[in-house]
């Protein structure tokens, strides 16, 4: 069963996997560690905020 163990070092989420790799795919795992990192947060707020990627473009 593979264990992740999240830390959290100056706000960049960090993971150390350990054990055998039990997941049939890398889906199933991403999801995994994605989930330990959001639980593991002790703040109110997201780790990274998330930003526009094109600026609106929208006429005033």
């Known amino acids: 069963m593979t264990q ?3 830390l959290i ?3 960049i989420p960090l993971v150390r ?3 055998t790799v039990t997941e049939r ?3 199933e795992l991403a999801s995994k560690v994605m ?3 959001f ?4 703040e109110a ?3 990274s905020l998330q ?4 600026a609106d473009k929208t006429p005033p």
Do not use: M
């Open 39 to 42: 639980y593991s947060s002790h």
């Open 4 to 6: 992740v163990e999240p």
């Open 17 to 19: 996997l350990s054990g």
């Open 25 to 27: 795919s890398g889906a």
């Open 51 to 54: 930003q526009p990627r094109l």
């Open 35 to 37: 989930s330990a990192i």
């Open 45 to 47: 707020r997201p780790l």
């Open 9 to 11: 070092v100056g706000g």
